[in-house]
């Protein structure tokens, strides 16, 4: 695929490996030979069942999911999964929230309806500008999971550290999933919109501790039950077929970059490289804490909404798409995520030193 293509640092639906959009587009039409293509398939077919386990397999060994936890390959987006997670784990009861940004805040939001939500720590009144340390988790005695968000893709935050709790860890990991090596065993459950890091926009994941399944309040709905999602092996319903089967080639990309350990080293240097320039700049604003900065989303400003403007409107016009900051947040973000190259990066660091050069009195 010839580079042509734009780089793209929107924070999802994000840039994909360019081998799995090749491998995508010999496949379209015809899918290895079969005279159809996997978006006509069957999803009870022999076909794709095949598509299915491979992809559910690499996706094991990839994480290394242990036998305790079950994949679930859903729909519905991370969002469904901020009133599916209270419906089966907090068995009307209570649970711990972490709020560090604008999804865990919805997320704790929604958790209210079925049981009481205690808010563990909140950077809100800061900005969403960090995470807490461990020291300032405010745990509480009766809580059936702690919930956080790993990465906060608005504010450019993420933990450095996986907390320790007596209740079963709860995780958003929609936008650092696959970005590093996790210790799969030490969660309740993980789950990842799979549009940042994994697919195309449509396909949820969701690991879980098998243990917790069967918990649910009697009035969850079957297709948000994990105890029968676990019991269909994820097709109660039609599975985003098309979905799967792109994370499987993305899987297969990982491999190739030497799985998550590799990643994660790729990841850093990309970081790296932009906060460089934003730690000697005279011109631009981060806006997380060191400490608490994300690998994925790099946030800042110039402290000026004009200039931020020009910023993007720039950026845009030399292929650097999608800086623009959420609209809550403000400023500029860039979206490092996996597959986004290093080339990318530095045309971006160019640019920014250019434009700060030009601009900054």
Known sequence: MSRDRVYNFSAGPSVLPESALESARRDLPDYKGCGISVMEMSHRSPMFQEIFDTTKARLKTVLRVPDSHEILLLQGGATLQFAAIPMNLMEGAAADYAVTGHFSNRAAKEAEKYGAVHIACSSADSGFDRIP??????????????YYCANNTIYGTEWQYVPETAAPLVCDMSSDILSKPVDVSRFGLIYAGAQKNMAPAGLTVVIIDKALAGRELPYTPQIMSYKTLIESDSMLNTPPCWCIYMLGLVL?????????????QIKRERARRVY????????????????????????FRTGDKELDAEFVKGAAARGLLNLKGHKVAGGMRASLYNAMPMEGV?????????????HHV
Do not use: C
Not at 276 to 292: F, K, M, Q, T
């Open 346 to 358: 530095d045309a971006l660091t160019d640019y920014m030193k250019e434009f700060e050069a030009k």
């Open 276 to 299: 460089e320039v934003l730690d000697n700049s005279r011109l631009y604003i981060p806006h997380a804490e060191i400490g608490s900065r994300s690998d994925m989303n790099i946030t």
């Open 252 to 264: 297969e990309w990982l491999e190739g970059q030497g799985g998550v350990e590799g990643m994660e």
């Open 133 to 146: 340390t461990q020291e300032r988790l405010q745990l509480s005695p009766d809580a059936k999971y702690f």
